[in-house]
């Protein structure tokens, strides 16, 4: 199934066909007002240059002016190899059908909302017959039923015509389109976004960087650069402003040439207050008594480090070099 961009943004075309497997690009004179168009026809070239097909319409109230519109644009420098013309259908548009297709001008019959419409189209030799899918549901109608049945046409009779499925309103729409067999369709840029989302697979890819991230990046190359050091002999009060001004809800007391004598933690002075009172901020942190502190070589992988926390239920992790403190890893660093 052909898929086709449904704009005139050219920023968004320009970023959409980057992608590279887009087959081409459908516009209309509507998208272009929209997007404040003054010069159809430069941007009609500029679009050419940069995707595979361009379908762009040809207007006119006669087979013949019609006919003389596309010819006018081919004569611009757009390809015959690379340009369908819209039309929409009328019995002067499908003559102008014939009349192009007949000349190796591919041809795209559109505002299509009726299964005669379609047979006629088909039946003039339209490459392309393109029903209306959103609109004519906004209308009340079984539109899937007639694209249905467009496709049914085509496979029964054997028409060298492709169907396109055409404003598409929600990715359910595509997946309509697909199951249906249509040859053709063309979605608007937020449907192209939505297209390869969802939920399950963005939890198992983030799984994917988790896992290796734990696997190949080292503790020292996420662990944060402050070294959150107290010396022993300052107080607790004292430790407590240098903990709030590095950020971490505990520090780590040593000498900067030393082993650490322990992690002093936010939770540790709770404790020491519920059973020491304010006293307790006026005490040495040599004073104090800690329990060896949950360690972690700084060349470690993460796996190492991740299995630390989960075994010892901790948020932080003392990080060592040659056996000296050289800061703190956070759970949040993982």
């Known amino acids: 199934m052909e898929l086709y ?31 404040g168009v003054t010069d159809i026809d430069a941007l009609i070239l500029k679009l050419a240059d940069i995707v595979p097909v361009l379908q762009v319409e040809a207007l006119g109230k006669t087979a013949e002016e019609i006919y003389a519109e596309a010819h006018r644009l081919l004569k611009l420098g757009l390809k015959k190899e690379t340009t369908v013309f819209k039309i929409p259908i009328s019995l002067e ?20 909302y009726t299964l005669q419409q379609a047979y006629m189209a088909m039946h003039a030799g339209a490459t392309y017959v393109c029903p209306l899918v959103g609109r004519l549901q906004d209308q009340g109608h079984d539109a899937l039923a007639l694209v249905e049945q467009c496709v049914d046409a085509v496979n029964y009779y ?22 249906m067999g249509v040859h053709t369709i063309t979605v608007p840029y937020k449907i192209l976004q939505q297209m390869p989302e969802n939920n399950f697979t963005a939890v198992g890819t983030e799984q994917f960087f988790e896992h290796t991230r734990l696997m190949t990046v080292k503790v020292k190359d996420v662990m944060g650069k402050i070294n959150p050091l107290v010396p022993p002999d300052v107080t607790v009060q004292d430790a407590l402003v240098k903990m709030s001004e ?17 992690v002093f933690t936010d939770g540790d002075l709770r404790r020491l207050m519920q059973k020491g009172g304010r006293d307790i901020l006026q005490k040495k942190m040599s004073d104090l008594e800690y329990n060896t502190p949950f360690s972690v070589d700084a060349n470690e992988l993460l796996f190492k480090a991740n299995d ?6 901790v948020d932080n992790l003392l990080v060592t070099e040659n056996g000296k403190p050289i800061g703190l890893l956070d759970i949040q660093d993982l």
């Open 308 to 313: 630390l926390f989960k075994m010892h239920k």
């Open 246 to 262: 590095y950020g971490f809800g505990c520090v780590i007391v040593a000498n900067g040439d030393e082993q650490a004598r322990g």
């Open 158 to 179: 054997g028409y060298d015509t492709k169907i396109m499925f055409s404003s598409v309103r929600n990715v359910e729409h595509v997946r309509n389109a697909i199951n």
């Open 93 to 112: 548009g499908v003559k102008a059908t014939k009349m192009l297709t007949d000349e190796g001008i591919m041809v795209n019959v559109h505002l299509v």
């Open 5 to 35: 961009l449904d704009s005139a943004d050219f920023n968004e075309i320009e970023q959409v066909f980057k992608l590279g497997f887009l087959d081409g690009l459908t516009t209309t004179p509507t998208f272009m007002h929209r997007h």
